[in-house]
């Protein structure tokens, strides 16, 4: 058990939906990322938060988003779903950066 | 692209046998990191080696560092049925233009370890 919580586990929803991703880091780490693996693509950075504010950007689509909130949890929203959405969506946090990553047990969200 | 990229892609080895997996990246990095991942898990931290270090124990485990080369390697020495996950490397380096860091994971190695 990493102390990284991720909710939910499971997520099936419809194309064209909106849904949130909720992941609380391990206590006193500043740091979180967030991060989409797909069969295809592998395991893609897709952003970070550093006490509340946005500090790297990778690979996220215009329909993502996500914010880190005063008490460190981070919420990742998917909007307008596609298929090709359909992805493990791991959160991990870390103390400081660069530093070890502690990885959250991931959202499997399945788009129909 | 991916930054780091992991060799072989898939290994297949009998429990007591050495597995070693390598990894190749592209720019300059400040430190390598080894994770693990069983199937559909999350991903758990191995080891990290800072790019002034060349060789990093950790029990089974022995991760050596070549800059000059961008390449790493992890060894695990007899190896077991549980040891059986995907491994992938990641690099940490700092981003061009700022201070920011980003870890970038390659596609990772599928070990299978035979009882």
């Known amino acids: 058990d990493s102390g990284v919580t991720q909710t939910p586990k499971h997520l099936i929803t419809a194309t064209g939906q909106r849904v949130t991703l909720r992941c609380s880091p391990r206590s006193g780490d500043l740091s979180v990322y967030w991060y989409q693996q797909s069969l295809d693509q592998g395991l893609q950075f897709l952003i970070q938060y550093y006490n509340g504010e946005e500090r790297a950007k990778g690979n996220i689509l215009e329909r993502f988003s996500a914010q880190q909130f005063p008490d460190l949890h981070s919420e990742l929203n998917l909007s307008s779903l596609e298929l090709g959405d359909s992805a493990l969506y791991f959160c991990a946090s870390s103390p400081r950066e660069p530093d070890t990553q502690y990885f959250g047990p991931g959202t499997r969200l399945t788009v129909l | 692209s991916q930054q780091g990229e992991e060799d072989p892609q898939a290994l297949s080895i009998q429990e007591g046998e050495n597995a070693t997996m390598n990894c190749s990246y592209k720019t300059s990095i400040n430190n390598l990191q080894w994770y693990r991942q069983n199937s559909g898990r999350g991903l758990v931290h191995l080891i990290l080696i800072r790019s002034n270090e060349r060789e990093k124990h950790s029990g089974r485990l022995r991760v050596t560092l070549d800059t000059s080369k961008k390449s790493s390697s992890l060894l695990i020495t007899a190896s077991r049925a549980a040891d059986t996950a995907s491994y992938f490397c990641?690099?940490?380096?700092?981003?061009?233009?700022?201070?920011?860091?980003?870890?970038?994971f390659g596609k990772g190695t599928l070990l299978t370890v035979n009882p």
């Open positions: 990641a690099t940490d380096a700092r981003r061009e233009g700022g201070s920011n860091y980003k870890l970038t």
